[in-house]
């Protein structure tokens, strides 16, 4: 106790520079309330906060991962972690809803979200260019745009005023230190911007933080006749309640826009863009907006490059993917005027069948989109459906009532309990579907699917009892 309140006076005093002595577990601080606001002014230079949840199975798998790399940790930023079940009202402050989540928190500015790959080497790499500005050397043109379709090059990694700008502009841009064949595209200047289509724009030692975001959105965002980047005041649209209609150019690192398709995408954002309508490119290999948007569309980094439209409903996204036709501008055109007819055919995301995962008798079986119709309106079967994501926590939680039930029905063929990834797959009728949520279709000629309602305080006698109730015959023979 007495070493307590040494301490703690001596943080008091303000001639003293003190670090509030916490909890620290495999180089990693244990925060909470009051520690959390403390870390951050404690260290400045960065603090890389894990949240998670106890029951949270991906949090489970980051973590032996987050532990190496905070062992391997050259980075001036600090690893911490926060146990969302216990700090509660810390996570909702944080606007932390899913677990896990990492949120690098650097002074003065906005948290980001790390969204790169989960395992020890990337994060460690990662820290050391956003927070310790160690760029990768870069000699050749088709390097720098493996992610991002504008880059800047720097003679060196103190280049001041692109450090400040970079934690800003993460998910739009890339840095590297210009190699020998690339120095002569910087002529005499500490920094360019440089873009896919070739355009060079200086950046000047006097130009501010926030004038070198300037003249990255201006590249990106504003260039006449062209159709934007997806910026991230279009991309929040897409992720929160507002109404709207965005036409989706996807392309990877691979694909030069100089091609035919993309001029005529660009054709017809000059015809057809409107305050309704909105165009915009998307790079798939974007690990935000991009790689999250063409999930939605089954793409990834090897996907061919294709046209979408997301149409947001009263909260529910509707989906039209181009479909077996050429990216021309007579294409688009009747893209479009099917889509503002009614004409066009929604698409239907669906998973790839997993052939090493085989049906056992009493276990949950697992659907995907293009067989869940088939399975679910079977007048033969009674279907007892879960829709989840992964990363729920109801979900998480819920799993071993949901196989318990699935096990005592196996002697029941006609009984079938399933449930389904709705971050995978897109089912007709179910557009606003939350986590957790529980479907029952019934034997017999209707189908007519019957919602179970909350899943909170769940047990397996409600489950029993709501199943007894539709099949009478389960009553006398439930095995218990």
């Given at each position: 106790m007495l070493i307590k309140i040494i301490l703690l006076l001596g943080c008091l005093a303000p001639s003293i520079f003190c670090v509030y002595?916490?909890?620290?577990?495999?180089?990693?601080?244990?925060?909470?309330?009051?520690?959390?606001?403390?870390a951050l002014k404690d260290y400045p230079d960065g603090v890389l906060v894990y949240f998670y949840e106890a029951y949270c199975n991906p949090c489970r798998r980051l973590w032996p991962e987050l532990v190496d790399a905070a062992t391997k940790n050259s980075s001036v930023v600090r690893f911490a972690k926060v146990d969302c079940h216990d700090e509660i009202d810390l996570c909702n402050t944080r606007?932390?809803?899913?677990?896990?989540?990492?949120?690098?928190?650097?002074?003065?500015?906005?948290?980001?979200?790390?969204?790169?790959?989960?395992n020890s080497t990337d994060?460690?790499?990662?820290?050391?260019?956003?927070?310790?500005?160690?760029?990768?050397i870069v000699d050749h043109e088709t390097t720098l745009f493996k992610k991002f379709s504008a880059a800047i090059l720097v003679n060196?990694?103190?280049?001041?005023?692109?450090?400040?700008?970079y934690v800003d502009n993460l998910d739009?841009?890339?840095?590297?230190?210009?190699?020998?064949?690339?120095?002569?595209?910087?002529?005499?200047?500490?920094?360019?911007?440089?873009?896919?289509?070739?355009e060079i724009t200086p950046i000047s030692p006097d130009d501010t933080a926030a004038g070198v975001t300037y003249k990255i959105r201006g590249a990106l965002f504003t260039r006449k006749n062209v159709a934007p980047y997806l910026s991230w005041t279009t991309y929040s649209q897409l992720t929160g309640d507002q109404d709207f209609k965005i036409i989706i150019f996807f392309k990877t690192h691979k694909f030069k826009p100089q091609r035919d398709d993309s001029l005529a995408f660009d054709k017809a954002y000059n015809e057809?863009?409107?305050?309704?309508?909105?165009?915009?490119?998307?790079?798939?290999?974007?690990?935000?907006?991009?790689?999250?948007?063409?999930?939605?569309?089954?793409?990834?980094?090897?996907?061919?490059?294709?046209?979408?439209?997301i149409s947001r409903v009263k909260k529910a996204n509707l989906k039209y993917k181009?479909?077996?036709?050429?990216?021309?501008?007579?294409?688009?055109?009747?893209?479009?005027?099917?889509?503002?007819?009614g004409l066009l055919k929604r698409y239907y995301m669906s998973a790839s069948p997993d052939p090493s995962v085989k049906k056992v008798k009493g276990q949950v079986e697992e659907l995907i989109a293009s067989d869940?119709?088939?399975?679910?309106?079977?007048?033969?079967?009674?279907?007892?459906?879960?829709?989840y994501f992964p990363w729920c926590e109801q979900s998480v939680k819920f799993n071993p009532i949901w196989n318990k039930l699935a096990y005592r029905v196996r002697d029941h063929e006609n009984v079938k309990i399933a449930k389904i990834n709705i971050n995978q797959n897109d089912i007709e009728g179910f557009d606003n579907v939350v986590c957790a949520s529980l479907v029952f279709y019934p034997e017999g000629e209707s189908k007519k699917p019957i919602d179970y309602g909350t899943t909170e305080n769940i047990t397996i006698k409600n489950l029993q009892n709501f199943l007894t109730d539709k099949i009478p015959q389960l009553l006398q023979n439930f095995d218990l």
């Open positions: 002595p916490y909890a620290v577990e495999h180089n990693i601080i244990n925060l909470g309330e009051p520690t959390f606001e403390l606007k932390v809803f899913t677990f896990p989540t990492l949120l690098l928190h650097v002074q003065n500015k906005q948290p980001y979200e790390y969204r790169g790959a989960r994060i460690q790499q990662w820290l050391l260019k956003v927070a310790d500005h160690q760029f990768p060196s990694n103190q280049v001041l005023n692109v450090n400040s700008a739009n841009i890339e840095i590297a230190v210009a190699g020998p064949s690339l120095k002569a595209k910087m002529a005499d200047s500490s920094a360019v911007l440089i873009t896919e289509r070739g057809f863009q409107s305050q309704e309508l909105k165009f915009a490119y998307v790079n798939v290999d974007d690990d935000l907006i991009g790689h999250e948007l063409g999930k939605l569309f089954g793409l990834n980094t090897t996907s061919k490059p294709t046209v979408g439209i181009l479909v077996n036709d050429a990216i021309t501008f007579e294409n688009l055109q009747k893209f479009l005027q099917e889509f503002e007819n869940y119709q088939r399975v679910a309106m079977d007048p033969k079967l009674n279907v007892f459906v879960q829709f």
